[in-house]
């Protein structure tokens, strides 16, 4: 499967982005996907994830409440929307997906990689 991310911009403290990520291929909807980014300076980190039928998500402690992640398998699309913005979420996004089963999976279970969008929050 190819990925293609995109929706990143400069937006300023408290305000909100819409990610998303485009996926080729009919089987989108057997993927788990994932949402990780990498500040500058530091290493990549996991975001949120979404399982096959998007029933189930998982978030990391620092956007929960704040950043939603969805999917819409008929459009082989998943969504990233990002609310109440703080300069400390400013990054390069990056959208995954595994064949593996599960939400809190190791990073390496990820075998497929967008590009990456960057997204900055000004203060």
């Known amino acids: 499967v190819q990925l293609q991310a995109s929706g990143g911009g400069l937006v300023q403290a408290g305000g909100s982005l819409r990610l998303s990520c485009a996926a080729s291929?009919?089987?989108?909807?057997?993927?788990?996907m994932g949402w990780f980014r990498r500040a500058p300076g530091k290493e990549r980190e996991f975001v949120a994830v979404?399982?096959?039928?998007?029933?189930?998500?998982y978030y990391t402690d620092s956007v929960k409440g704040r950043f939603t992640t969805s999917r819409d398998n008929a459009k082989n699309t998943v969504y990233l929307q990002m609310n109440s913005l703080k300069p400390e979420d400013t990054a390069v996004y990056y959208c995954?997906?595994?064949?593996?089963?599960?939400?809190?999976?190791?990073?390496?279970?990820?075998?497929?990689w967008g590009q990456g969008t960057l997204v900055t929050v000004s203060s």
């Open positions: 995954a997906a595994s064949v593996v089963n599960g939400l809190r999976i190791p990073i390496n279970a990820y075998g497929y």
């Open positions: 291929g009919h089987t989108f909807s057997s993927y788990v």
């Open positions: 979404i399982n096959w039928s998007g029933v189930s998500t």
